[in-house]
T-cell receptor, first 111, second 113 residues
Framework: EAQVTQNPRYLITVTGKKLTVTCSQN?????MSWYRQDPGLGLRQIYY???????DKGDVPEGYKVSRKEKRNFPLILESPSPNQTSLYFC??????????FGEGSRLTVL | QQQVKQSPQSLIVQKGGISIINCAYE??????FPWYQQFPGKGPALLIA?????SEKKEGRFTISFNKSAKQFSLHIMDSQPGDSATYFC????????????FGQGTELSVKP
């Protein structure tokens, strides 16, 4: 089954404690991206990757890092989380038609 | 210039009625306009999409109407059903920017039985 898998799905952490949200896709897509969803703001792109070892900033990259060492994986790293990073996070990969396939989301709370 | 503005923020429709969600964009170079549907606890999924060379696209009960001169496009859901209750996002993209999608703010649709 074609899918994008994110982990963890739910996480509560404290300010400053580094965390990583993993993302893996099994569709051999070159393009992957991370979004955050906040009420009234829609989906905003954090980082994207056009291929292995090629990453670039989206619209709201501050406080986040990513890496793309393998085609299937695109982890999101919060080096020092802050309360304003409390959000619902989505990883997505894109097929050649332009359609994005999203994971089921990771709800993060930073206390 | 890169914004996509979506309205209304929330919408309540009776079963069998028509749901209409509107989006407006600023950048006339956008050339791909998809709508995504998101159920609670799930990620968004592509519902229907249109390119600016046509004014309307219909797939079952879902229709996109596109007005290039007004820089607006809308989603119409005919014969709305309780199972259509979800959050809907419009989006727009530029192929020469690697297809980066700019999303609207989202509309929470509730269809009452």
């Amino acid at each position: 089954e074609a899918q994008v898998t994110q982990n963890p799905r739910y996480l509560i952490t404290v300010t400053g404690k580094k965390l990583t949200v993993t993302c893996s896709q099994n569709m051999n897509h070159e393009y992957m991206s991370w979004y955050r969803q906040d009420p009234g703001l829609g989906l905003r792109q954090i980082y994207y990757s056009m291929n292995v070892e090629v990453t670039d900033k989206g619209d709201v990259p501050e406080g986040y890092k990513v890496s793309r060492k393998e085609k299937r994986n695109f982890p999101l790293i919060l080096e020092s989380p802050s309360p304003n990073q409390t959000s619902l996070y989505f990883c997505a990969s894109r097929q050649d038609t332009g359609e994005l396939f999203f994971g089921e989301g990771s709800r993060l709370t930073v206390l | 210039q890169q914004q996509v503005k979506q309205s209304p923020q929330s919408l309540i429709v009776q079963k069998g009625g028509i749901s209409i969600i509107n989006c407006a964009y600023e950048n006339t170079a956008f050339d791909y306009f998809p709508w995504y549907q998101q159920f609670p606890g799930k990620g968004p999924a592509l519902l229907i999409a249109i390119r600016p060379d046509v004014s309307e696209k219909k797939e079952g009960r879902f229709t996109i109407s596109f007005n290039k001169s007004a820089k607006q496009f809308s989603l119409h859901i005919m014969d709305s059903q309780p199972g259509d209750s979800a959050t809907y996002f419009c989006a727009a993209s530029l192929d020469n920017q690697g297809g980066k999608l700019i999303f609207g703010q989202g509309t929470e649709l509730s269809v009452k039985p």
